[in-house]
């Protein structure tokens, strides 16, 4: 089976004993039931940036691609829970309401804001006066403290879920993921003894987008303070202000580490790109764990899927 020499950008999730698998006009679910048998779910998928060819632009649609990755996430651990536990009456899901969806995805955003938002700013200024030296936001060594806080909450986090044996699992599945997309991408066969044989790091993966962020955010935080001295004031109210501020600074700076990952991706040899790469890649023998055959079949089931459906649709355009 060869894919010629442009495959089609395909991306994935690990969900809950399953994988999603998407690319440009597909989007597929493959989940591994109690009895063993394997629930697939493949439809039509159009990316909002397909819908409006502006969003597809350098540094808008890195934000796109990561709020649209947050809804289509949710969707697909919504659908692997009720398949995984059997949820599911005469075949038929319960989809995510926009509600429900919501409500989680503020939940979600309002514990990172407090866990590796606040807290990680608030300790850094607590750094400096345990130190003697006073620390606000204008001083370059409050963002390295800042960033190796938050750097060392995100590792310790990853470490501590792993413990759970559904996290474990969800990270074997983020590991037959990648392989199976490496298989993919390098051409070959798409069976489990091909799959086995590749890493479970992959350059474009969302663990390296965090690490990529992280170092963005470093230098863009840098410059940014210093130029507005009345934003670097000390006490509490400030500080939830500093880390609004941090917040809205986001939409930029995950453009810009967009094109990074984009960029790393296509020149996986080049020495800057595998510098900024590498701690992403490093951190992803955390959070992608050697998968098992069975995994690997769930994994291969949901990547087929999405590549049929696209050669059907590379059919109706011919």
């Not at 955003?109 to 936001?137: D, E, K, N, Q, R």
Request: hydrophobic share 50%; net charge negative; proline share 7%.
């Amino acid at each position: 089976m060869n894919h010629g020499d442009t495959p089609l950008t395909v991306g994935g999730q690990a969900v809950l004993e399953g994988v999603m698998m998407r690319s440009p006009h597909a989007l597929a679910i493959a989940v591994r039931r109690p009895d063993g048998t394997v629930l697939l779910k493949d439809e039509p998928y159009i990316s909002w940036g397909e819908r409006h060819p502006a969003l597809k632009r350098p540094f808008i649609r890195g934000p796109v691609i990561l709020m649209e990755a947050m809804v289509t996430g949710v969707q697909a651990l919504t659908f692997s829970a009720q398949a995984a536990l059997q949820e599911e009456e005469a075949g038929e899901e319960q989809p995510l309401g926009w509600a429900s969806l919501l409500l989680t995805l503020g939940g979600a955003f309002l514990l990172a804001f407090v866990i590796f938002g606040f807290l990680p700013h608030w300790l850094s200024g607590l750094v400096g006066y345990l130190a003697g030296h006073p620390l606000t936001p204008a001083d370059f060594t409050f963002h390295i403290i800042d960033a190796f806080i938050k750097l060392s909450f995100i590792l310790l986090y990853i470490w501590g879920i792993s413990f759970f044996k559904d996290i474990r699992r969800v990270f074997e599945y983020h590991g037959a993921e990648h392989k199976s997309i490496c298989t993919y991408e390098a051409g070959e066969p798409l069976e489990v003894d091909n799959a086995r044989r590749h890493c479970t790091c992959h350059p474009r993966c969302g663990t390296s987008f965090i690490l990529v962020v992280l170092l963005v955010s470093l230098l863009i935080f840098t410059v940014f303070f210093p130029m507005f001295p009345p934003l670097s004031r000390t006490g509490l109210v400030n500080n939830l202000i500093q880390v609004l501020i941090k917040v809205g600074l986001m939409i930029p700076i995950a453009a810009i580490s967009c094109e990074i990952i984009r960029w790393g991706g296509r020149q996986p040899h080049h020495p800057l790109a595998r510098a900024l790469i590498w701690p992403g890649l490093a951190t992803q023998y955390l959070t992608a764990r050697e998968p098992d055959d069975p995994q690997l079949e769930v994994a291969l089931a949901a990547l087929k899927a999405v590549l049929a459906r696209e050669e059907g649709v590379k059919a109706e355009s011919a």
